[in-house]
């Protein structure tokens, strides 16, 4: 039962983070960087804690696949389960509350409390759900529950207690403040042992050093490593803001302690019905708690935000396209990953107003100090040909990197534009390192034969359309001047019509009709038998009505069905509008330039 209760455990996990929650593994894979080597594996474990982060590193690199990611960290928390438990069943006495008697720890186990063992890594599956949570941490708990299992079997006294002083430095050194546990751990199950191992005396002299070694151990880090000592003592890597701290994690490292200690204190019922009909409530309350705090805490908002980043740096427009129909976009990156999955399967100019457009941020993000909005606007840069934006928003985010890691993402991106603007060099250092990885060693190789090669990079179908339609002067780049300098783009290279596009779009969600009936004379010119797409007739018609009073005389070709929708809009407008006209107008013209125009506050 209870082998078929933590599998059960770990298949929930599993589906959860395979089902639910992928990307927020994904997004871990992205900001770190795991790599094969010696210098690499010197330079991360000779520093406290470091044991722990390389490990958690090897295990995160394989996020990389969400269902690999949902089994690890499945595996991970069937693993403490299962320690929790050991050490609850290995405490002397009376253990997972069982009947009395002079039988050993290991018999006639009463399995009534054994719901209570699932508690730390119910509360370690909730804090994952927090993107900001770390693997490192939950690599560090393992490392201190293996450790007070390891004291548990060392035997007698001498041997437990030579055990526990040789494992507490190391366990401080591997994994930080989880040693905190361990000590706890130790000072309870040696109290149990006074009254048949000796007195308290004895015990004060076996605790007292333990209690203050613990505190001590930071104190002369500090000497070696510059980390601060609450640092040292509560997790350098636990948590991706180092300069902030995540109390609650700590209530984990509470419940791990305290769980073997209450299935030694809880008595056992007398009757065998008691014993069921606690387990059975134990169960519904934990089995309820953690859905119900899931439902909670799941952060599905975020799920969809790096849904749709990842989405868009595996290229995967369709599906990008496929969740907006479902789900519109909540937010301005949301939205900027939509219109360059419209403009990529050829439907921005077409149905651009189709989705609930947020003002020309859903078009070009300002640049925000932040460590996934540059990645998104990167992807947009570099489709667009403006190679040396996409160069710094890659850099700028991964410095941005709250704890300070690198990004193999941004490393294979700084590789791309860096091979692109034929800095060779440059772009062989990035490779070299990505050709330590598991899952970016075959790409960096393939990447490294265009090196120095200018004839196979014009004829590779993503670096050579770049390089032709990159900008060919050099000039500064202006966060409040995006339209004119899309503008030089489209102007360098006529070729380049994503920038066309995106500077038609950007005029239109600014509002700014005058200087898009400018722009659209460079592919549309007046008198053009050229088909415009449904959008642009419906901009230029109302940039026509304001300017005059009917539409005679518009030198553009606007289709008789525009021409009417127009008219039946201006009437129902009017019919409504001294109430909630766009509550009327949605239906029927929800997906026109007009009602975006009227309605949309930017």
Not at 148 to 165: E, P, W
């Amino acid at each position: 039962m209870r082998k078929v209760s933590s599998l059960v455990f770990g298949l929930g996990v599993f589906l959860f983070f395979c089902l639910v929650l992928p990307y927020h593994l994904r997004l871990h894979e992205q900001f770190q960087f795991f790599r094969f080597g010696t210098d690499y594996f010197m330079d991360t474990v000779l520093h406290p804690e470091g044991f722990s982060f390389y490990l958690s590193g090897f295990f995160t690199q394989f996020f990389l696949c969400p269902w690999a990611g949902a089994l690890i960290v499945a595996l991970l928390l069937v693993l403490m389960q299962r320690l929790v438990a050991r050490i609850s069943y290995g405490v002397p006495g009376r253990v997972a509350g069982r009947v009395d008697g002079r039988v050993p720890d290991s018999a006639h186990v009463n399995p009534f409390l054994y719901p209570l063992t699932f508690l730390p890594s119910a509360f370690v599956w909730l804090l994952l759900c927090n993107e900001n949570y770390m693997i490192s941490a939950v690599v560090a708990l393992l490392l201190a529950l293996c450790a007070v299992n390891l004291y548990q079997r060392a035997g007698d006294r001498k041997s437990r207690i030579t055990v526990f002083y040789f494992l507490q430095p190391v366990l401080f050194f591997l994994a930080g403040g989880t040693v905190l546990i361990f000590t706890a751990c130790f000072l309870y199950l040696e109290a149990f042992r006074i009254g048949c191992r000796g007195g308290w005396k004895s015990y004060a002299l076996r605790g007292l050093p333990a209690v203050a070694l613990v505190f001590l151990y930071p104190v002369i880090a500090r000497v070696l490593w510059q980390y601060p000592y609450e640092k040292l003592l509560g997790g350098i890597h636990f948590y991706r803001y180092y300069y902030f701290s995540y109390p609650i994690q700590y209530a984990v490292w509470g419940l791990a302690a305290a769980v073997p200690l209450l299935c030694r204190l809880i008595p056992a019922p007398k009757s065998s019905r008691g014993n069921r009909i606690i387990s059975a409530v134990l169960w519904v309350l934990i089995t309820a708690g953690t859905v119900v705090a899931l439902f909670r805490f799941a952060g599905l908002d975020k799920e969809r935000l790096f849904g749709y980043d990842i989405l868009v740096y595996e290229e995967q427009w369709d599906e990008v396209l496929q969740r907006a129909q479902k789900d519109p976009p909540g937010s301005s990156i949301e939205m900027v990953a939509v219109n360059l999955a419209l403009w990529k399967t050829g439907r921005l100019e077409t149905e651009m107003f189709h989705y609930p457009q947020q003002g020309v941020e859903g078009l070009m993000l300002p640049f925000r100090r932040d460590f996934v909005t540059p990645l998104m606007m990167s992807e947009v840069y570099l489709h667009l040909g403006m190679v040396n934006s996409a160069q710094r928003n890659a850099y700028d985010a991964m410095e941005a990197i709250p704890d300070f890691q690198k990004s193999a993402r941004c490393y294979k991106r700084l590789a791309q534009t860096n091979i692109i603007n034929g800095h060779y060099r440059v772009a062989r250092s990035y490779l070299e390192q990505l050709s330590k990885t598991i899952f970016y060693r075959k790409w960096a190789r393939e990447a490294m034969q265009y090196l120095g090669d200018d004839a196979r990079i014009e004829e590779h179908p993503v670096y050579g359309k770049i390089r032709r339609i990159r900008y060919r002067d050099e000039m500064l780049f202006s966060p409040q001047g995006l339209n004119a300098m899309l503008d030089v783009l489209y102007r360098d290279n006529r070729e380049n019509k994503m920038a066309y596009a995106y500077m038609l779009a950007y005029t239109l969600l600014a509002k700014d009709l005058e200087r898009f009936a400018d722009y659209i004379t460079l592919e549309y010119p007046p008198e053009s038998d050229k088909t415009l797409p449904v959008p642009y007739q419906e901009a230029l018609a109302l940039y026509w009505v304001q300017n005059n009073s009917s539409l005679e005389g518009i030198p553009w070709n606007i289709s008789g069905d525009v021409r009417k929708r127009l008219d039946d809009f201006t009437a129902m407008y009017q019919r409504f509008a001294r109430g909630r006209p766009e509550r009327a107008l949605k239906k029927d013209f929800g997906k026109t330039y007009w009602y975006y125009v009227f309605f949309t506050k930017t």
